[in-house]
């Protein structure tokens, strides 16, 4: 039920390419066994799987402001028994407080350019971080020329606000 682009420079179909953005991300946010991770946006939760088994965190809150999203990854977790070390809540990355506490990590796996605004996600997870903790998203950014601006013109119909729309360089 992955929801992410995806990161297919080593994949042959989207789960593959969707796990393996979360392992990039995971990989890039320095995950380690005994952490306390926050993943905003987690969507129906297929990420929550790899931050425990493929990285060993201890424990992960999940947000998702979508209640049906919320409750199909509360379900999950609960049947792949991870109910121990996940808890999902019900919560809007960008217009509610962070629940559980501070953390080592902060990540947003393909879902911080959805956030209105994304400026208030950022600041709500810079006070959610312990001391020299990590935010850690994999974000979407812009080109430049006629495929930019088809994304900026598509933007608004995938609910994605044009403010969070970032160009690289």
């Known amino acids: 039920l992955w929801a992410n682009l995806g990161d297919w ?16 991300l995971g990989e890039a946010a320095g995950l380690s066994p ?3 991770v926050l993943d ?11 931050w425990i088994e493929a990285f ?3 424990r992960v809150t999940a947000i998702e402001r979508d209640e049906r999203l919320a409750r199909l990854a509360a379900a999950r977790v609960e049947g792949w028994e991870m109910g121990d070390r ?3 809540y019900e919560a809007d990355a960008a217009r509610d407080d962070l629940p559980g ?5 902060v990540l947003s796996l393909d879902a911080a350019y959805l956030f209105r605004p994304r400026a208030a996600f950022i600041e709500r997870a810079r006070v959610a971080l312990r ?6 998203m994999a974000d979407l950014t812009l080109g430049t020329g006629r495929p930019a601006t088809f994304s900026r013109l598509l933007a608004p119909v995938c609910g994605v606000p044009s403010a969070n729309l970032l160009t690289c360089l």
């Open 40 to 50: 905003a946006g987690c969507g129906a939760g297929d990420q929550l799987r790899v």
């Open 56 to 58: 060993g965190v201890d």
């Open 86 to 88: 996940v808890r999902v």
């Open 131 to 136: 001391p020299g903790g990590v935010l850690a």
């Open 9 to 24: 420079s080593a994949a042959d179909d989207y789960p593959e390419a969707a796990r393996g953005l979360a392992e990039r």
């Open 34 to 36: 005994g952490q306390r």
């Open 101 to 105: 506490g501070r953390f080592d990590c």
